[in-house]
């Protein structure tokens, strides 16, 4: 203890397990009971009941004494079977590290934490480490177990690494043909199969080369990126090349989007509208910048929209959320935003009053102007309610005859408010 400082001594393990919590969770690994304390053991042996996949159910089955209920089909995310048992013994089968993208993630969404207690083996991503040699904290890891594949896109970096668990024995030739469409046909691929169990099998390729077979539906793809020069690589931090978009001229160009997005201030849990928003592009960047960032853009026009999720997917953003229809009717009853951008044109009757009143306490709005009417609407505002108002003009060097010269873009007028 120190002078003015009280330090609580940690509730230990064995507190917790004298709690006896009624929801045991087991990770369980290919090697079955073999490789489970014996704490974990017991788990499984004193439920009344036991949930899992039937692979898992399989894989316990000799220590199991209560019942086994295989997961139902479609998989049932608000664990209504589970929860229905509350208060008897229960034990949740899963794989390997039930927090690694697991089930215990979702299980802990209804269940509060004094109320489980988790006995976690190694997850795959560890296995597959184990077995390749390479530093865990310095890859990249992801799941696209039921997940689009899109997802690995913005991690598609020169020299990378990644693993990546598959949802069955066609994803790591699906993963070799994205590859190859992006210009990253010169990468690695080592598929390592059932790890940890008596069917466990390393293949490796390059995947312009895939054409492994009989790969077993448990399976992880090891990811060693090499790029052709024209590959699509998705850099880091904001102002993504226009071309890397689909677009018929309505975008943020690149230069004003980096000065916009950085207006915008992404932070990691957050939400934006993106209202009219054209090829999508700032919706996309924000969620870029970090996975936990949602976005939802609001557009009207049926092509446009069709160009947003176009350009979602293909820069690795498929869960954008887009909203077909026109502002500010399509504003109402959406989620709160922290953030909401409106360029550039101009924006319908009462939209800034709409998104003004939705931003949450501390939320920025950033709106851009490129005609003299949503100059005005602007410089009102800001001598309304404050903010920051600048000019941002681009000029570009472009042929002029046999010489070069400068190019001006339309100048945006940018108003940054940040709501009390």
Known sequence: MRRGCTILAPESSSS???????????GIGEDGLEGLGERARAAIAGAAVVFGGRRHLELAAAAITGEARAWPQPFDTAMQA??????????????GDPFFFGVGVTLARHVPAAEFYAYPS???????????????????????????LDLVRPLLHPGRKVLALTSDAAGPGALARLLCDEGFGASRLTVLEALGGDRERLSGTLARDFALTGI???NLVALEITAEPAARVLPLGFGLPDELFDHD?????REIRAATLSALSPRRGELLWD????????????????????AIAVEHHAERAARIRRNAARCGVPGLTLVEGKAPEALKDLP???????????????????????LRPGGRLVANAVTLEMEQVLLARHA???GSLTRLSVDRAEPVGRMTGWRPAMPVTQWIYRHQ
């Open 16 to 26: 917790l397990l004298a709690a006896r919590p009624w929801l045991s969770i087991v």
């Open 249 to 253: 001229g309505q975008i943020t160009k």
């Open 82 to 95: 589970v929860l229905a048992l509350r208060g008897q013994k229960v034990c949740v089968l899963a794989s």
């Open 216 to 218: 077993d539906p448990l």
């Open 275 to 294: 209202i009219g928003a054209g090829s999508g592009s700032i919706g996309i960047e924000w969620m870029l910048a970090h996975p936990s960032l949602q």
């Open 336 to 358: 709160r935003p922290d953030a909401i951008f409106i360029g550039g044109g101009g924006s319908g009757t009462g939209v800034m009053e709409a998104a003004l009143s939705a």
């Open 122 to 148: 190694p997850s795959a991503f560890s296995l597959a480490a184990a077995r390749l040699g390479w530093a865990l904290q310095d890859i990249e890891t992801m799941s696209l177990h039921g997940r689009p």
């Open 384 to 386: 309304r309610l404050g």
